[in-house]
Every structure is written in C-alpha cells, then in structure tokens.
C-alpha cells in the first residue's frame, strides 16, 4: 500500500557520510526502486505501470532522454527513471483543501522535497493580489483570467513563455505558434541552462545543433571518452550501452573530476552476472580539474598533429579534412602554439596520463565522444566543445559508424522542444516554413533565453511569466535575485503536476493549472490520444498514458495552449486549435508540412521504435555550416582562474534527484544519507582551510560585480575529487551563480565553475 507524504520536513543539513561506492546499480537500486514505487504508487499500481514505460506500446520515461534499444527489455528502466514515474503515478492528490490549509507564507518555508512529496495537482487554483491563500476557481476562468492578461499587454515581448524538456512535440509546436502569434519569440526553455553551449558549438563546426550518433555507434565503436558526465546517476540506462560496447571491445575513457560508481563498474539488473560481479566500464580515468577540458583536447590535438609529422599519411584522414573540412591551417597553426605549462596548469593531468590517452587515441579507429554539464556550463564552453570537434574531425570521426559526437541531454524531450521551434532565436527557414503554413507573418527579432527573461522581469520590462512545466525559480542560478524578479511580475502561470517552489514565489497574481503526466490517458473529443517525444539522438517516437488522471476534469498540455490561445487571439485568428486539441494527430499534420524530417508523421509513428530524423554530417557528411563545410576553428587556451585561498565549485545531483525534483535525502553512490546541506571537498583542501570533516562552513562565491552571495550552514564531507575543487548540491548552491557570469556565446549559467570561499558558519543553529 502507499504511503502517505510525510507531514513534517526532515532536517536536510545533518547527513551520515561513508565511503563512496565503486559500482552502480545492482541489487540494492532493485531495492530502492521497489520502495519508492511501492512507496508513491502501491505495488499492484506500480507493476502495473513500470512494465509499459519505455515500451513500444507504453510511455516515454519523464525522466532522462537516453534512448530506447531496438529490442527492449521486459523491465527497460532504470532506478531512477522508476522514481521519475513514481513521482507522477503517485496516489498521493493536492486539492483545495491542501491550499486551504496551508498559506504561501507556510509553504514557503518548507523544503522542495517535502512540497514534491506531496502528490499531483488536481484543481486550477488562483492566488489573487494581496491574498495569502490560494484559492480554486474554474477552468475557463483561469483561462480567461490569462488571455485577459495578455491582452492588456501594451507589447507582446512583455510576455515570456518558459518550456520545460518535459513537453511533448505536440504540445512544443502549439506552444511556440501561440506565442509567435501573439508576436513575440519570448521562448526560453532548459536548453538555455545546459546543452545551450554544444548547440552553439556544434551549429557553427558541423552544421546541426545535436549529436551524430546512434546507439548502434556505441556498440561499434573502438573508443569511447565519456567526459563531464555522471550516467550512473543523470542517464543510468547510458551504462547498459557501454557494458554492451565493452562486450564488443571498446575502451572507455573517463575524464571528471570527481570519480563516479556508474562509470567505474555497472552491475546490470538484467543479468545474473551483472547483479553478481558486474562489468567493469572504465579502462582510464582521468581525474581532471574542473574546466580543464579544452586543454586536455587541445593537448591531443597538438599530439595527433605531432604524430602526422613523424609519420605522414598515417595519423590524419587528409581526404575527409580535403574534401570535407575548412579552417585547418589556421586551427593547426594555434595547435601547435599549445603551451604544456598551461595544460598542466588547467588539467591537473601529468603527462603520463594525456600520453596514455593520446596512444588509445591513435590505436582507435572509430571514436565518439560522449559529455554533459561538466563541459557546457563554463564561460569557455563553447571553444572547449568546438575544441571537441577538431579533436574528432583530424581523423574523420564525423559522419561514419561507431564514430561522432554525443552530447547527452537530461529532460526527455528537451532535443525535442527545439526541433519543434521553442528557441528564442530561431532559423529565417523556421519561420518562413512556420508563417507560409499558417498564413501570418512571425516575429523576427529574437527574443529572450532564461538569463534574458529573468533580467527582463527584474528590470520591468517582462510582466507576464507562463511557465509550461518545470521549476524555473529552483532550476535558476543568482535564486535572490530571480526570485525577485519573479515577484515584480503582475501574472505567473505555471502549468505543472506538482507542487514546487515556483509556485510559492509569485507575482502579484499567480495560477497554477494542474496538467496531464505522460503516465495518464489523454482523451480528447477524437478519442484517446498519443504524444511524441525525440530522445537525444534523434530518434522519434510515440507515448501513451495509461492510468487514469489525477482528477477527471485535468487538461492535457495541449488543451491548456489551444484553448488559451483560442481566448487570446479571438474568433477570427485562422489556427484551427479546436482540431488541434480534438486531435493531436492534426498538430501532426502540420508539423510534417513545417519541420524537414517530420514527413509523413502520422504514419511514421506507427513503427515501432519511431524514425530518425535527417542528420546530414551523420548520413551523407553534408554540413549545412556557413561555409558549407566542417569548420576547424581556432580556440584559445582558457580555463578558470582562481585566486589563492579560493575553490572552485560546481554544483550538481544527488542520485536521489532529478534536475529540481527531490526524490529523496541520500545520495548513495557518494556515500551520503539522509541531508542534502554538504560540500565534497578533498581531505588536503579541507586540511589547508583549517576544517575538519564534519565542520560546517558557508559558501560564499566570488565575482567581479563584488555582490555576496552566500549559502550558509553545510557540512564538510572529505571525498576524493581533485585538489582545488569542490562540489555541492543544487538547487541549494544556485543562490551562488552570478546571473551575469555566463557562457560565452550561448549565455549559460556557468554553474561548474563558481569561484567560492569558506567561512565560518553564520547559521549554528539551523536544522
């Protein structure tokens, strides 16, 4: 039977420590998958839904976007995938009489796990100017309340319309047209706050803002450099992969700087071997310093380029760099200005390490080149994934099996929300495509990302905030100052299936509109409906819920866009939303008659596994870069500089948490239980600050704008990750990101590289 969510808020700051482990999953994530399914859903419930998630016929996970085998398992979800869904599936219901009993003031105190515990959302509910309690109010006077706020804008750009990674293309394509409509491209989403940076990157070098590979190039390929990542915890189901890469003779290279158990051995639950002793994953970890990575591929480009000097013909694919690539002279010209005191000084690697690298290097045919946060959010993450790029194209890993690039996204659609056109800056072609099809003309001045719209609300100017999906307050960097931002709006909408902490950090009015999960059905008048999603390779393919809503008058994702929108732009606009939202198959049909790739939608969904979507460096090496080629280009050495006496941090995930969501107090993997108020720091830094393990310390960062931010009262846990370096859990230490302090290029929140002191704790007494 399930459990109810608990009353009170346990302490978070006071957690027992151990020793990390060194392998993932095996029996114990069987164990805690089944108590926190059991926990949320009940087991008959959870069984029951478990077994149709990542299926043909099931649902999409709504959690990671790691995609789907071709033959799946019996059970094909991972630990965390199963708390992502039990999250969702759960029986737990916030209603009015929830709100009644409690106030914003009340629910503002408390901690985003124990507002998450809570259970799904299951009425519309309005908290009107000055009032202290949020109230339910019907469907179609929420709406209305919403459209007439839009209305009275004097300026569509004062509106902005976020999108979480967890929406479906459907309703991403209905979304974007509502606000391009309305005559703004206000339409920031997650990406901004992560792979924002390999877009850019990758747009610019080989022409398509995603990865070149398949899972099938996993399993093909010699090497393999997983780098900035943690599988084991943010893409679990990546671990299966490697283990069947290694099976096929693979070398799997590591480069982070903390270790992690995921990438050290997978104990594969599917197996009576992999729950026994497991499959050891990586054959060299390089325990690199945060920031580091554009070095270190700097260092072995400069090898590989020696290496074709020594022996000419042998190390280079020259046809591919002919016949396919620009640039090169002028990269290979910087190359080899590459200053090794300066790749010591930004990797903490020594030699043997880089040298041992470069030789797998040079042993390997196909090689691809997996990573995540650790590589996109510095100020230098765009040259360092571009510096990825050149690595790959001087031996032609671009465009051929078991080779390429693979930027591991998080949400499950989050690649998918950017094909279907929320971006806030997007393609001519877009919107050439977009406005021919729907006979209107679009907004072409690009509109605001996340870091944009939080100054635009802080500085006045954006007044409506709707949010579809997310947490945007907690997944947010510089939290005073998006939260005041927030609250200097006169609307904030939140379409959501649970409570958080955005919902208690509002502006003068503030909605929040309880939707559909991907675990629900979704009938609409033309029957029951299906929604597609497109995972991080590029593959799409089609979702249906099966448990019955939360509560029975719940609107889909969809239904809350076409009917707003019907309300704002009135009887005469020409989008046919009544047919969209009686059938989400017509959405279908004008997607594939707007996006390339998406021909034929309808049908192509039927298959099994879905489609892929055209890739051209991938199938044909056609690059659609500006210059029509492959782009070599020229990186300075960068990494970040940090004073004497200072740390740098990165924030991060606990293996109980996804992105905002806290499922739960421990973080296993690392050897912690029951806290979350922690900072990881090596025995020998704490050592040198005069702390003992146990202490407690505030973190306070540092940056040019001389502002302090602070995070008081977390604990000193010794752990071995590279000296000079430490980590703590977000959403806690986002109050710590500068909001000005961002990549360059793509304007992502450098949260891997904070520099931060330690102070005594300001905060004795806290709980």
Known sequence: MARKAPVTDPAQDAPATGQPQHAAAGIPALRHTTQIAAAQMGLPRAVKTLLKLNQPNGFDCPGCAWPEPDHT??????????????????????????????????????????????????APMLLEEGATHYTPLSWDDALQLVADELKELDDPD??????????????????????????????????????????????????????????????????????????????????SALERAKRAGATVVSVNPLPEAGLERFKNPQTPRGLVSGTKLTDLFLQIRLGGDLALF????????????????????????????????????????????????????????????????????????????????????????????NFLLLRGNVGRPGAGVCPVRGHSNVQGDRTMGIFERPAAAFLDALGKEFHFDPPREHGLDVVDTIRGMRDGKVKV?????????????????????????????????????????TGTR?????????????????????????????????SRGSLRPPAPDLLSEVAIVCKLARRTLGPKNTVPWEDFNASYGNIRDRIARVIPGFENYNTKILTPGGFALPHGPRDTRAFPTTTGKANFTVNAMTAPVVPEGRLLLQTLRSHDQYNTTIYGLDDRYRGITG???????????????????????????????????RAPHFRVVHYPTTRGCAAAYYPETNVLVPLDSTADTSNTPTSKSVVIRLEPDSQPDAG
């Open 465 to 505: 905030f709707f949010a579809m999906g997310g947490n945007f307050v907690a997944a947010t960097p510089d939290t005073e100052v998006t939260e005041q931002a927030m609250r200097g709006c006169r609307l904030t909408v939140h379409v959501s299936t649970k409570l958080n902490r955005s919902h208690v950090v």
């Open 73 to 122: 398992h019996t059970a094909e979800f991972c630990e965390n995938g199963a708390k992502a869904v039990a999250e969702e599936a759960t029986v737990r219901r916030v209603g009015p009489e929830f709100f009644a009993e409690h106030s914003v003031a009340d629910l503002a105190e408390r901690s985003g796990y124990w507002l998450g515990q809570q259970g799904r959302l299951t």
């Open 298 to 389: 700097r260092a072995l480009n400069l090898l590989l380029l020696e290496a074709e000097d020594k022996n000419p013909g042998t190390v280079l694919d020259r046809d591919f760099i002919e016949r396919h690539c620009g640039g090169f002279e002028e990269f290979a010209a910087e190359a080899r200005q590459t200053d090794w005191d300066e790749v010591h000084a930004a990797t903490g690697l020594p030699d043997s390490q880089i040298l041992e690298l470069s030789e797998l290097v040079l042993k390997s045919e196909k090689i691809i080149v997996c990573w995540a946060m650790g590589l996109t959010q510095h100020q230098h993450s765009v040259p360092t994934i571009r510096e990825v790029v």
């Open 675 to 709: 806290g979350r108020r922690i900072v990881l720091l090596n025995a020998e830094d704490a050592a040198a600050h005069g702390l003992t393990e146990g202490q407690y310390v505030d973190l306070v960062s540092e940056w040019k704008d001389g502002v302090e931010r």
């Open 510 to 542: 503030a909605l929040i509109l309880p939707t559909l999960g991907r675990t629900d059905q979704d009938r609409q008048a033309s029957g029951p409906q299906q929604v597609t999603v497109e995972d991080s390779m590029g593959m799409v393919h089609a």
């Open 158 to 239: 004062q509106a902005a319309f976020y999108t979480s990674g967890r929406t479906s293309n459907e309703a991403a394509f209905a979304y974007q047209l509502f606000a391009r409509q309305l005559g703004t491209n206000n339409l920031p989403d997650c990406s901004n706050m992560c792979h924002e940076s390999s877009g850019s990157a990758l747009v610019e070098t080989l022409g398509v803002g995603k990865g070149s590979v398949h899972l099938k190039d996993l399993y093909q390929a010699d090497l393999i450099i997983v780098a900035g990542q943690n599988p084991g915890t943010n893409h679990p189901r990546m671990l």
